[in-house]
Each structure stands twice: as C-alpha cells, then as structure tokens.
C-alpha cells in the first residue's frame, strides 16, 4: 500500500551460467554482473534495483525478476531489452522459470506467460488458472510447484495413459473416462486412439453439455495436432484431412476459421499459391466466418476477412496476377449472374466484399455508385466512391470520385 513500506523481497540468488558467460547478482550489491565463464573477466556490470532471481537466458537475452516486476536485458551487452508489466509494480510471489520460448511468472495475478522476446503475455492469464503461485520447476514433463505449505505436481496426461485405459474399460458408460483416456492418448500421441476415445465422450455426455463440449474441443486440438505433423512429415493429404475435419460444421466459428488458417498457411508453405489463395479466399467469401477476430501476424487483432486479405496481396505481389485466375473468373460469373432490378444493388454489394481483389469488382462499384444515386442512398454512394478510390483502376479519376462522394455526404446529411 502507498506510505508502507514492503519488507524487501531478496533472497539468496544463485549465479546463473548462459552463453558462456556467468552472471550474478550478489545480495550485498546493487550491481548484475556478467562475468567471462573461462576467465573470470568482467564481461559487463550495471546498477539494478533489487534483482530477486536471475530466472536464465534465453533469445539472447538475460531474464531476471526485480521487485516491481519481470525484466530482460542483452545477455552480451547488458542493455535493456524489455520491462514487464509497463505502467505497474508487479512483485514475483516465487521463483519463475524459462521454458522453449517463454517465461512462467508467479505474480499476484496467477503464473502468467511472458514471451522472452518481447515481454509482452503470450496466452490469456485464465490458460494457467490451476497453477497456485510459488516456486517453479520443471522436468521430465512435470510442472512443479512449491509454496509455503503445499507441493504440488502437474504432470501430463500420457504419464496416465495405462489408468485411464484401465478405467474406460472398468467404466465403459462414462463419459467422464472416455473423455479422460481420450486426452491421454492425445498427449501420448496416439491421436487415432485419442479421436476414437472423444468421440465416445460426446456420444456418452448426451446429458451434459459442458463435458460434451469439452471432449469436441480436445478432438478439434487433436485434428488440429494431427494436421501439423503431418504437413512437418509433407504428407499433405493427410494434413488436409484432418482438417477439413476441424473446419466441420459441428464446430464454432472460432474453431473453424482456426482449421481454416492453419490450412491457407499449410499450402503456403507447400509452395502452391494457387491453392493458398484459393483457401484464404474461402475465408473471405464465408459470411458466417469472414467477421471473426484473430490474431494477425504481426500480433495486432484483425478480422478472419482482413487477415485473408492481406495474404493474398501478398501472393498478387509475389507471383503475379495468374495464381488469382480462378477467383477472378467465378467474381465475373457472379457479376454477370447478378440479378437485374431492385436487387441487382445488393447483390453487386455482397460481390465487392467478398471479391476484394478482382478487377471485375471496380465494375461493380462503377455501377453501385449509379445505382445509389440514382436511388438516392447518399451515404452507400459515398462509401462505394471511397472503395473505388481505394483500388482505381487507370480510367477512374481520382478528382470525380471525391466530388460525387462530398456530394453523396451533403445530400445525406
């Protein structure tokens, strides 16, 4: 609280070796000291408030906690590289560990995920809710944690896979059991064995909605993981199986434009533009998936539609206009199947949204504008002008676009 003061957090802080070089932080000092792990020569020092534990090293950079909160500097040069949280004192309630490219952190929050990279959080604060905070370790699959008074061990599923199989079989009308030996083989990677064992569950839990949903979450993980490897293993086939299985119906939005995505970026990296285009275009066409939030890939929210539009321009720009030929020729069967009369607006509306790179869309919007001024909707007539302006094609000028558009808007308001 303001005006107390905080007993000081410091405890011992073992000397941390990464990189060929040691680094320390001794509890007499204010300095982190990196130190030549052949020579003892002093490699770099600099002056740190209160450094709790030296967690390690990783992406180049020296990992440590102070007592307001997480902080990495270059592991070569000590300079700073990030501080974590930005705006806020956040002590560690333990020692945190690295582990691949993150960091666990035991905060007053809960055990968050910090990528080492950057320091911002990589998954939601709820993904570890289970975890108590305190001392972490881990090894040979195991996250262990210790507090005050309590131990406790998280251990894989797969460590399980012979009691669970055990228990299925004791208890063939569970849901709960199947469910439970279906995570198993997952995490074991008997991803056959694991699909079989959830769809079980969902047929079992025909009364409980939560645990049905539960075990067609873990099958869609699983389709997603069968996918993944085998695209590693460039068994495409296999990968595209799987999932047009998690892109089925049964799943929701979310699930399925993640089945999607991860399909697009698989033939992307197959090497075929045409058919990456072609399945970033699904995407994009799909009322029901185009407006769901994603991730982008530069970390920034997009829409599932913005995401897949922004990779196909790249793919224009890579390859060339041949690898959309496909798309442009139904756009144009749709432009030209438009029907004609009061529905012709809409219909031409619906082909500009979802054919946002087609040249044949620049003539739909030439007779949208016509077609809102005509039928006086001022406000539609201005926003097409604007979307032609966006993309003009070499006939459009840019000056006539604007003025019916300023017209639009003043007839509008």
């Known amino acids: 609280m303001p005006g ?12 941390l070796y990464g990189d060929g070089s040691v680094f320390a932080a001794p509890s007499d000092s204010d300095r982190l000291l990196c130190l030549d792990a052949l020579t003892g020569r002093a490699r770099w020092e600099r002056k740190v408030v209160e450094t709790v534990h030296l967690l390690g090293v990783g992406r180049g950079r020296l990992i440590f906690t102070t007592g307001s909160g997480l902080r990495a500097v270059d592991a070569a040069t000590g300079a700073d590289a990030w501080t974590a949280p930005d705006a806020r004192e956040m002590p560690p ?48 699959g195991c996250l262990i944690v210790a507090d005050r008074l309590t131990l406790t061990v998280f251990a894989p599923p797969a460590k ?76 495409r086939d296999e990968a595209e199986s799987a999932l047009g299985k998690a892109a089925g119906p049964e799943y929701s939005p979310t699930f399925r434009v993640r089945a999607q995505r991860l399909h697009a970026e698989q033939v992307e990296r197959f090497g075929d533009s045409v058919g990456a285009v072609a399945a970033w275009q699904a995407l994009v066409e799909d009322e029901e998936l185009r ?18 539009t922004e990779h196909i321009a790249a793919l224009l720009k890579k390859d060339g206009a041949s690898v959309y030929r496909n798309v442009e020729e139904r756009a144009r069967a749709r432009f030209h199947a438009a029907p004609k009369g009061k529905d012709r607006a809409d219909a031409l509306e619906r082909l500009t949204v979802a054919f946002p790179h087609a040249a044949v869309r620049r003539v739909a919007l030439r007779e949208l504008i016509d077609l809102y001024s005509e039928s006086e909707r001022y406000a539609a007539m201005a926003h097409a002008c604007q979307r032609l302006r966006d993309n003009p094609g070499p006939e459009d000028d840019d000056a006539a676009l604007v003025g019916r558009a300023i017209f639009g808007l003043r007839r509008f308001w």
């Not at 769901?292 to 530069?298: E, H, I, P, T």
Request: glycine share 8%.
């Open 291 to 308: 407006g769901v939030r994603v991730v982008g890939d530069n970390d920034l929210p997009r829409t599932a539609e913005q995401l897949a």
């Open 93 to 140: 309630m333990g020692r945190g560990l690295l582990l691949g490219d993150l960091v666990l952190w035991p905060t007053p929050r809960g055990v968050l995920l910090v990528r080492q990279e950057d320091g911002r959080l990589a998954e939601d604060p709820a993904f570890l809710h289970s975890v108590p905070k305190g001392n972490l370790a881990f090894g040979r």
């Open 160 to 235: 399980h896979l012979r009691e669970r199989r055990n228990e299925a079989e004791e208890k063939p009308e569970s849901a709960e059991a199947a469910l439970e030996l279906g995570l198993a083989e997952a995490d074991a990677g008997q991803l056959d064995a694991a699909v079989r064992s959830l769809e079980t569950a969902e047929r079992l839990a025909r009364r409980d909605a939560a645990l049905r949903e539960e075990a067609r979450t873990a099958r869609h993980g699983v389709y997603l993981t069968a996918a993944r490897r085998a695209a590693d293993a460039g068994r």
């Open 4 to 15: 107390i003061d905080r007993p000081p957090l410091r405890d011992l802080t073992p000397c």
